[in-house]
């Protein structure tokens, strides 16, 4: 094989690397929908999906930092947490979130604003990267431009308790 060729090679097999780089990069936009739809409220559950799940069993705080062993997410997206009040899930607050990327995340750390009390409730949920930024927007509580993950009308989502 002369240089010419052996060039020819490496670029050829460069460009099949950074080919399949930027397929995996790219992963988690192809699975995100640009138009999430929720179904109507009285049709809501929660729990985890069967694509998407929060493994909240084994969750362990550190002070304000809640670290979940497993999320695993279609699409790119948010792990959020909402308080209660009045004994119910404040959908329109949210204390803390961290971005997950498509697929499979290990040791998910999520930090709240303020220390938690034992015993306090949060509503740990998935919301997808609609526009692809990696900022959280979340709107006025109401429209939430990076919307709630919903697989059929169950709703990625369960309450949790501070330890």
């Known amino acids: 094989m002369n240089t010419t060729q052996r060039s020819n090679l490496f670029q050829f097999t460069g460009l099949i ?5 930027l397929q995996a990069c790219n992963a988690g936009i192809k699975y995100t929908p640009k138009n999430p739809v929720a179904p109507p409220r ?3 559950t929660l729990g985890n999906g069967e694509r998407s799940n929060i493994m909240a069993e084994g969750m362990q705080q550190d002070g304000a930092t809640f670290t979940f062993k497993e999320v695993n997410i279609e699409g790119n ?8 009040k009045e004994g119910k899930p404040h959908g329109v607050v ?3 979130s961290t971005y997950v990327k498509h697929g499979n995340n290990k040791d998910v750390k999520i930090t709240v604003n303020e220390l938690p009390k034992p015993g ?3 509503l740990v949920m998935l ?3 609609v526009d692809q930024d990696k900022n959280f927007d979340f709107g006025d509580g109401i429209i939430v431009p990076d919307a709630p993950l919903f697989e059929g009308t169950k709703m990625v989502a369960f309450p949790i308790q501070a330890k």
């Open 127 to 129: 919301h997808w990267d």
């Open 77 to 84: 997206g948010w792990l959020v947490l909402h308080p209660f």
């Open 17 to 21: 690397i950074l080919t399949i780089l």
């Open 42 to 44: 009285d049709q809501i």
């Open 94 to 96: 949210y204390v803390g």
């Open 120 to 122: 306090e409730n949060y």
